[in-house]
């Protein structure tokens, strides 16, 4: 029935009206009514991406619902969307964490809070659109513009360092994405369109392939980020507010590697053969030597901020072992498994590093400090969150039952098919992981009620209760069941493969 | 020897113009201080009807005429166009800071229509003698008009300055012309282009260029010949740096375009490595400098000036495709700067200049309204889309690297990030600091108008810019 609705202009554009008219009502009227309004226009747009789900094709690699309409002709620009089954779960996924970050936003936002949901929803809009552009330009327009909301959302309502953060933030995205700029339009030039689906099918010398490797990698390694540009991160999370942090974590992360899939491997695969060594390198050191540096994290947010770092660490792994996997076993099935791990791998993160950012927040708000050690024997105190606290811990630690194993299981799984030590050094993310996660956990969660600040603290509300047990549903779910995702994203992955090992020399 | 009479109708809005101006002069000396609006709005009736003048009979096809010193074609029609839209603009936005400063006299009216007139010229201008009849008139109202403040030390310094440096350059570039025609024997643009390739002495031309593009570099303000942006700018009063900063750009093009396109294309590639060195040295300075700037007038006008360096690369490919990318560049940047200016008289009021960086301190607090408005218009000139300034951006940067120059596009890249960072100040202070100042804003409904409307043109042409571009295009290519 929805078949010949514009969905992904809708999911796209529903949330950036519902932007504008926060904004407009929370000047004229009270703020609870601009609070209703976001909450109304979240939900719309997370219904309304539904369909997506149950009217999509798994059978196809084709790209669906597309729109396509010229934009700017003088440019040869067209308004092209449409979602393959790589971009449709991450679509999702964004319309999911939008109504939970505006739930969570509800009576924590007291400043100026109609600016804060606007911001947010204007932020889905526009990353719904990055992850739905079929058309390069529009993808850069998209890329960019999702910028703006985030670092008035840092800078506004975040912590005392904001200003730093923020400026840091916004500084690093830019360097890196004003390199793919000039590779896109290199593209345009000599391919003739801005389409990235005519991307796909223009040959380069492998020289050039290179160069429009590194453009394309400056841009994504910093949004994803991979060591060593990802110094941003930890600043911006730390500082940002709450619902800052979950959408950083649980989308914009996942942007980055998003465009290692849409752009780098299919547009440049014989680059990317070329520099796996490279790229794996820097998915091992983000995964071993990070995993170290949050161990000794004292601030919860840097610690599930490095945590994320070295969990994405796994994704590009997954993407960069393919080679490896076709040259040792002559067959793409481990490297489809290593692929469809790494997907899976980044939409639990986006449950689990959203939710645990969520868990500090409600920690945060009560006692007004991030520090472990301000913490101690909550679980006296406060029970129900508790449960869920540790409940996501475990998921963030890879443990099976939870979303977290699944990724991480198929990627090792598949490492190992591509070289023994590779999945030896991905391994070490099981003690590492658990070990920082569960490490914080006893330290804030268990023991002895710490101090009198901790004695006095109220168990969640049903608010809070609300968003927690709907990521907790979320994490078991995918955790024990994670078929349907596999399933979706089966043909476009193997798509991928097919456009990664044809030359395009 | 048999006299021709010129086709005089097709300068018409000139004649216009001057009629007008003149007409004004004298009615000022008849109004009393209390009726003064009056000029004022015959000075706006004025701008409007050259508009429509210009609109109705808008070219297709290019015309010479008074001997072939002047020509009409549609990228001139398109500039003037622009020219009066945008000093309708200036005059709007001046009335309020000039009735707040008791400077709301006829002279600026006036003289701000000889500006006008002259900028015209200096579009239509196909002889050197035309061109710098053009520019003199041009220059000779802007120094008036940066002392029109006369007891202000700053504005009579920045007024003796401008002038000086202004005198040296039209020196200059008188010279560079007197070579170019005792090599080439003729004023005439059209027969100086077909000189070029017979000229045996082709050191004396690119003497003569050199020296002309000495001059030409100094009006537009390129590095590094920009030393009195940042005076003149910072001593005037605002609305006549946001005169000087408009408009004057336009004409500062067209001149480039008439000598260096219609003139001198086949010293192509000499000139073209001028203008890479002018370009990257006025983004690299223009970029950096800002940074160090608390005066927001100061930092505009190092941003004009690492956004001429921009303007440059679209001229310096030497293609149709991207001159229109560079005339698209200078109508995008006149709109933004129009809005950045007019956000620092909005933010003024009587006794109060509001050109301290920290004058816009919690500007959100304040005025959520124009706090937005000034937000699209900093991103615009950092050039974030999906606001103008970045499809502006985006075409000149197209079209380096289709000239095979991607080392030139990436220098520019790198110096727009060096850029973002202090137009994020501006924004860091509107958004994250705490207000001070809480006294509400103060002007009137014409201006919040204006300024609404300014700003959401940047945006709005900004998610559509197709037209814009197209009608660059079809003003350079056509005709």
């Known amino acids: 029935m929805f078949s010949d609705w514009p969905l992904l202009s809708l999911v796209i554009w529903i949330p950036v009206l519902g932007g504008i008219v926060v904004l407009v009502a929370g000047s004229y009227t009270n703020s609870a009514t601009a609070r209703i309004i976001a909450l109304l226009f979240s939900i719309i747009t997370f219904v309304l991406s539904i369909p997506l789900y149950t009217d999509f094709n798994t059978a196809t690699a084709a790209m669906q619902f597309t729109e396509l309409s010229p934009w700017i002709t003088a440019f040869k620009i067209n308004y092209h969307l449409g979602i393959d089954g790589i971009s449709m779960p991450l679509i999702i996924l964004t319309t999911f964490m939008t109504v939970i970050v505006v739930i969570a936003g509800w009576e924590v936002i007291q400043d100026r809070p109609a600016q804060y949901m606007a911001a947010f929803l204007i932020m889905a809009g526009l990353m719904n659109g990055v992850f739905a552009a079929l058309d390069a330009a529009l993808f850069y327009v998209f890329w960019e513009a999702m910028l703006i909301p985030m670092f008035i959302a840092i800078g506004v309502w975040g912590g005392p360092r904001r200003v730093y953060a923020t400026i840091k933030f916004f500084l690093y995205t830019f360097f890196g994405s004003v390199f793919m700029l000039i590779a896109l339009l290199y593209l345009r030039l000599e391919s003739g369109s801005f389409s990235i689906l005519d991307f796909h099918a223009f040959k380069m010398d492998l020289d050039v392939q290179i160069l429009i490797f590194i453009a394309f990698l400056l841009a994504f390694a ?29 989308i914009m992360l996942k942007l980055g590697a998003y465009g290692f899939l849409r752009f780098s491997l299919p547009i440049t695969p014989d680059a990317s053969h070329h520099l796996d060594w490279l790229m794996i390198s820097l998915s091992l050191i983000a995964v071993v030597y990070i995993g170290f540096v949050a161990l000794v994290q004292q601030d919860m947010k840097k610690l599930i901020a490095y945590s994320s770092i070295s969990h994405m660490g796994f994704v590009t792994l997954g993407f960069f072992i393919a080679w490896n996997i076709l040259d040792n076993t002559g067959k793409l099935d481990g490297a489809a498994m290593g692929m469809q791990g790494a997907i899976v791998q980044m939409i639990s993160h986006g449950f689990i590093s959203g939710a645990m950012f969520l868990v500090v927040g409600v920690m945060y708000d009560r006692l007004h400090s991030r520090e472990i050690s301000a913490y101690g024997g909550v679980v006296n105190t406060m029970p129900k969150f508790a449960a869920f606290a540790v409940l996501f811990a475990m998921a963030n630690a890879g443990l099976p039952g939870t979303s977290g194993f699944v990724g991480e299981f198929m990627v090792i799984l598949s490492a190992f098919k591509a070289n023994f030590w590779f999945a030896f050094l991905a391994g070490t993310t099981l003690i590492l992981g658990a070990a920082y996660t569960l490490w914080m956990v006893k330290r804030v969660i268990f023991g002895d009620v710490k101090n009198e600040n901790v004695a006095k603290l109220q168990d969640i509300n049903n608010r809070e209760f609300l968003f927690l047990s709907i990521l907790a549903v979320m994490v078991l779910l995918f955790g024990v069941w994670p078929a349907p995702l596999i399933e979706v994203m089966d043909a476009s992955v193997a798509n991928l493969l097919q456009h990664m090992m044809q030359s395009k020399l | 020897m048999n006299f021709e009479v010129p086709n005089m109708m097709l300068a018409l809005p000139e004649m216009f113009i001057l009629t007008m101006a003149c007409i004004i002069l004298v009615f000022d000396l008849f109004v009393s201080d209390n009726n003064r609006v009056l000029t004022y709005g015959l000075a706006q009736l004025t701008l409007v009807g050259a508009f429509f003048l210009t609109l109705a009979d808008y070219s297709t096809v290019t015309q010479f005429t008074f001997n072939n010193s002047f020509i009409r074609d549609p990228m001139s029609d398109l500039m003037k166009i622009c020219i009066y839209l945008a000093a309708f603009v200036v005059f709007l936005y001046a009335k309020d800071y000039l009735r707040q400063n008791k400077m709301f006299k006829g002279e600026f009216f006036v003289l701000g229509l000889f500006g006008v007139l002259g900028m015209m010229v200096m579009v239509s201008a196909h002889s050197l003698l035309t061109i710098y009849l053009g520019l003199e008139l041009l220059s000779l109202t802007l120094y008036a008009m940066v002392a029109l403040k006369r007891d202000s030390m700053m504005a009579s310094e920045a007024a003796m300055k401008y002038f000086v440096l202004g005198a040296i350059a039209s020196g200059m570039l008188l010279y560079g012309m007197s070579m170019l025609y005792g090599v080439t024997g003729t004023l005439d643009l059209a027969e100086i282009s077909q000189q070029v390739p017979q000229v045996k002495d082709q050191i004396l031309l690119v003497f003569g260029l050199v020296f002309l593009m000495v001059g030409v570099a100094f009006k537009l303000g390129a590095v590094p010949f920009h030393m009195w942006i940042p005076d003149v700018y910072h001593g005037a009063p605002t609305a006549v740096t946001l005169y000087i900063s408009s408009a004057p750009k336009i004409a500062a093009f067209a001149m480039l375009m008439r000598l260096l396109v219609d003139g001198l294309y086949g010293l192509h590639e000499q000139w073209q490595g001028i203008l890479i060195i002018l370009a990257v040295l006025s983004m690299g300075i223009g970029n950096i400098v800002a940074i160090a700037q608390t005066n927001i007038k100061r930092m505009f006008a190092y941003s004009a000036i690492s956004h001429i360096g921009f303007l440059l690369l679209g001229v310096l490919t030497g293609t149709e495709s991207g001159f229109a990318a560079s005339l698209f560049y200078v109508l995008t940047y006149v709109l933004m700067s129009l809005g950045g200016f007019g956000m ?126 197209a009608l660059c295009l079809s003003a350079i290519t056509t005709g």
């Open chain 1, 222 to 250: 910093v949004k994803v980020p991979m060591w060593p540009v990802h110094t941003w991160l930890p600043d911006a999370h730390v500082e940002a507010p709450t619902g800052g942090s979950v959408i950083l974590a649980a």
């Open chain 2, 344 to 469: 620092i008289i909005l933010l003024s009021r009587e006794g109060f200049e509001a050109d301290k960086l920290t004058d816009f301190t919690g500007l959100n607090e304040r005025s959520p309204w124009y706090a937005l408005m000034m937000l699209i218009l900093i991103f615009s000139m950092a050039g974030v889309p999906p606001f103008l300034g970045f499809w502006a951006k985006l075409s000149v940067l197209k079209e380096v690297i289709a000239s095979d120059m991607v080392w030139l596009a990436v220098t520019a890249v790198v110096f727009s990030i060096i850029g973002a960072f202090y137009y994020l100040r501006i924004i860091k202070i509107m958004y994250f600091d705490k207000a001070e100042d809480s006294s509400p804003l103060v002007c009137s409904v014409d201006m919040r108008a204006m300024i609404t409307t300014n700003g959401l043109l940047v945006l709005v042409i900004g998610l559509f810019p197709g037209d814009l571009m």
